[in-house]
């Protein structure tokens, strides 16, 4: 698998950051590096359920990516070329045609809105007509000054829409640096450190090879999360434990690795390196007495 032109991957505060969404689709459909996407999205800034662009990299994808030649590591940009006044000009009629679509998507919606709540509209306009037509009989007024309250329709077509402030429109975020950068630096990467690091890669490459996606499988007590296919797509089948090969466990720790897997439907794999640059696998599932 060779890429025609390698990704930029930037390290910013010692995080591999992909800030291009074309490279983030290159990255999975053709790497099999899932990544974790970190930045809100500009429509739902205030949840962390759905994320979007930057991609974050783990240790572990950065270092197979490397060796690969799929990416090139890059720092900040040390100087900064700003844009010309085309480039300025393009984006300030983006800007504007973005605005102009949102105050047009903005009436679509409130004209939904509207149609969906019509009858309780329509409902709480009668009531509000009886209460005055009530009070003006009770004051001895002409009872047909009150507008008769059955007589209620709304055209939605005809109401007036007030229009979106300027401050209060969405505003696409750079997913790339506005300025052309003059000068790009080589990031230096070293990696793994310890030998808990060296098994974890090594586990991670040994089951990449083998075609599958992996992704963090901390949330489920694990090292990686083991797919057959795109996440998007198909569930894990595997929670990956690293563990040294000479590292004593109890029977405890047995059943307590077995009874996490079983509570997610996950086979647990405990993985440890058997001799220079092997993994050996050992798999628990529980099994039940029928």
């Given at each position: 698998?060779?890429?025609?032109?390698?990704?930029?991957?930037?390290?910013?505060?010692?995080?591999?950051?992909?800030?291009?969404?074309?490279?983030?689709?290159?990255?999975?459909?053709?790497?099999?590096?899932?990544?974790c996407l970190t930045g809100s999205l500009p429509r739902l800034p205030r949840q962390n359920n759905h994320l979007g662009l930057p991609l974050q990299l783990s240790k572990?994808?950065?270092?197979?990516?490397?060796?690969?030649?799929?990416?090139?590591?890059?720092?900040?940009?040390?100087?900064?070329?700003?844009?010309?006044?085309?480039?300025?000009?393009?984006?300030?009629?983006?800007?504007?045609?973005?605005?102009?679509?949102?105050?047009?998507?903005?009436?679509?919606?409130r004209k939904k809105e509207i149609s969906h709540n019509m009858a309780n509209i329509i409902e709480g306009k009668k009531a509000?007509?009886?209460?005055?037509?009530?009070?003006?009989?009770?004051?001895?007024?002409?009872?047909?000054?009150?507008?008769?309250?059955?007589?209620?329709?709304?055209?939605?077509?005809?109401?007036?829409?007030?229009?979106?402030?300027?401050?209060?429109?969405?505003?696409?975020?750079?997913?790339?640096?506005?300025?052309?950068?003059?000068?790009?630096?080589a990031a230096d990467w070293h990696f793994p450190h310890s030998k808990q690091d060296h098994l974890r890669y090594l586990v991670y490459k040994d089951l990449w090879d083998q075609g599958y996606f992996l992704s963090n499988g901390s949330k489920f007590g694990g090292d990686f999360l083991v797919y057959p296919g795109d996440p998007s797509r198909y569930h894990s089948h595997y929670i990956v434990i690293c563990l040294p090969h000479d590292k004593q466990m109890s029977t405890l720790d047995l059943v307590r690795m077995g009874r996490l897997g079983s509570n997610v439907?996950?086979?647990?794999?405990?993985?440890?390196?058997?001799?220079?640059?092997e993994v050996a696998y050992t798999s628990l599932q529980w099994s039940g007495i029928s």
């Open positions: 698998m060779e890429a025609l032109k390698p990704i930029k991957v930037y390290l910013q505060n010692d995080k591999p950051l992909v800030w291009s969404s074309k490279d983030a689709v290159e990255l999975r459909e053709e790497w099999r590096i899932v990544g572990e994808e950065v270092t197979l990516l490397l060796e690969k030649g799929a990416i090139v590591l890059l720092t900040e940009f040390t100087e900064l070329k700003e844009p010309s006044e085309m480039d300025k000009k393009e984006f300030m009629e983006y800007r504007e045609a973005s605005y102009q679509t949102q105050v047009e998507l903005f009436r679509d919606e509000k007509a009886r209460k005055e037509r009530e009070e003006r009989e009770r004051s001895n007024e002409e009872a047909k000054l009150a507008k008769d309250p059955e007589d209620f329709s709304i055209d939605v077509e005809t109401l007036p829409t007030p229009p979106i402030p300027r401050k209060f429109s969405l505003i696409q975020l750079f997913t790339e640096s506005p300025y052309q950068p003059s000068k790009e630096v439907r996950k086979t647990v794999l405990l993985c440890s390196e058997s001799s220079p640059n």
